[in-house]
Every structure is written in C-alpha cells, then in structure tokens.
C-alpha cells in the first residue's frame, strides 16, 4: 500500500509542466523588466547588472523572456539576459535553442496570475487592445502583419 502510494505520488510529480521549472539566468546593466514581452508594456521594475533571475522560458526568437526575481515576475529582453553553458556565460536570444530553453507564449491570464493588485492592471483592456495592434498591424501594406514579415516588401516587384 505504502508503495503504490509512492510510485503514484512521484509519477503525479514526473507530470508536472516542464514550463513550471526556471532555470538560473543572470541580467546585464540594461535589463528592464516589463509586463509583457515588448517595451510598450508597462515598466515593472529596472534590474542591475548581474542579478540572479528565473527563467521560465522565452517567445519563438528568444527576443523576450519570462522572469521573476524575488516576488516579481515579468518580461525581459532576451538579449539582456545571459545563462550558464559550458563554463561560461552566453546571451539566451544568441544560444536559447542551443540551450534548450523552454518557449513559452503570452497571454493576457498572465496579468490576472500577477499583476491584479497593479494600477496598471484597470487599463488591461487598453493594454490588449495595444497589444492587438501591435501583433496584427501591417506597415508595409503586403497584407502580412509586421510580426510575420521576414523582409521588407520590394515595392517594385509584383
């Protein structure tokens, strides 16, 4: 009996998301943390060089990551953060798919998980739709929003 329960209770553990397990990441002297992954969100806090953070993960790019450091928790450029590999500190935007750092998205429950006390959490609705605009707007007018564009358009190629 006593073993069953064992094995059930570690087999519960093996099943947890790997997303919920952060690894060591270190910050340097320009690292802001922010309330989502993009300067355009509300600043939570601006870190000092070299301070311990936990990465839980990065967007597609690495160009932003989830952190949190102390009770905090937010969004840091990726090419602000470097981690541990082989004896060394590297940059997670240039090394995170060597280091199998986790992705992650983005999405707006995140707010409501940590920043529900935050004067900024009212104007969420503003937030999103900023968000939206940002994700889907399509400044070169080739009908492929800025995110997806690989390249600029060639005006004068059909």
Known sequence: ?????????????ALLPLAAQAEV???????????????EFPRIDRLRS???????GCIDGFSWCDVSIGRERGWVDGDSLFVPYQGRRVRVMEYGSRINVP??????GYWDNYYRGRGFYRDRDHWRR?????????????GVPNRFDDRPRNPYRN
């Open 130 to 142: 900023q968000d939206f605009a940002r994700r889907w707007s399509d400044a070169d007018g080739d």
């Open 50 to 56: 070299n301070v311990r953070v936990n990465l839980y």
């Open 103 to 108: 992705m992650v998205r983005f999405n707006w």
């Open 25 to 39: 990441a270190f910050t340097d002297g320009r690292a802001t943390l922010h309330a989502g992954p993009g300067r």
């Open 1 to 13: 009996m006593k073993k069953s329960l064992l094995a059930a209770i570690f087999g519960a553990a």
